[in-house]
């Protein structure tokens, strides 16, 4: 029979290109989100964050959008390149430091 | 700054023994450390929430006599994995948090526990 698991979504891009990974957040009252990146093996690795008076936040080839009306956190990855293969998962600030983490995406970047 | 390191990073036991796990904030004070589990291809699913010299706070279904942690002092936590079985075969995370800045959590590297 058919074996169940549970997969990652995946985000398969060419060296170069932009790449654009969606998360969408589950409270209202989230003050501070986070995106983490992890390679396989390793712990998560902070990328950037935005707090939630703000819409947009640009770092070093990576933007990260809030959309709070829609509860919707995107992370812009500007020239991807192979070095940027990892999961990368979203996190959302609960309270007094508690995170609370997206299920993640994998992001598959070939030469 | 803000590097976090776990001990040991593999670990392979017998069912039935205890593995406890280091948890390290190098370069910075944390006064709350966080324990994480982890499956394959799957999200980090927060155990508990230790703050130093009291007592962790264990999140719902996770067995607070089973997965001991102690946080002795501001830049060390560990977490005992108790008569361990296979079923808790699974990768181990630690953070830490500071306030300031970024207000952030900072990642050690994990700890792959097999329990045989």
């Known amino acids: 029979g058919e074996s169940v698991g549970l997969h990652l979504p995946t985000l398969s891009v060419q060296e170069g290109d932009n790449s654009i990974i969606n998360c969408a957040y589950s409270?209202?009252?989230?003050?501070?989100f986070i995106w983490y990146k992890q390679e396989s093996g390793k712990g998560p690795q902070f990328i950037i964050d935005i707090r939630s008076n703000m819409d947009k936040r640009q770092g070093q080839r990576v933007t990260v959008l809030l959309n709070k009306t829609v509860k919707h956190l995107s992370l812009q990855i500007a020239a991807t390149q192979p070095g940027d293969s990892a999961v990368y998962f979203c996190?959302?600030?609960?309270?007094?430091?508690?995170?609370?983490f997206g299920k993640g995406t994998m992001l598959l970047v070939s030469p | 700054g803000a590097v976090v390191s776990q001990h040991p990073s593999r670990v392979i036991c017998k069912s039935g023994t205890s593995v406890k796990i280091e948890c390290r904030s190098l370069d910075f004070q944390a006064t709350t450390m966080f324990w994480y589990r982890q499956f394959p291809k799957q999200s980090l699913m927060l155990m508990a929430t230790s703050n130093e010299g009291s007592k962790a706070t264990y999140e719902q279904g996770v067995e607070k006599d089973k997965f001991l942690i102690n946080h002795a002092s501001l830049t060390l936590s560990t977490l005992t994995v108790t008569s361990a079985h296979p079923e808790d075969s699974s990768f181990y995370i630690c953070s830490a948090y500071t306030s300031g800045s970024t207000d952030t959590q900072y990642f050690g590297p994990g700890t792959r526990l097999t329990v045989l």
């Open positions: 996190a959302e600030n609960i309270g007094y430091s508690t995170l609370t």
């Open positions: 409270n209202s009252a989230s003050d501070y």
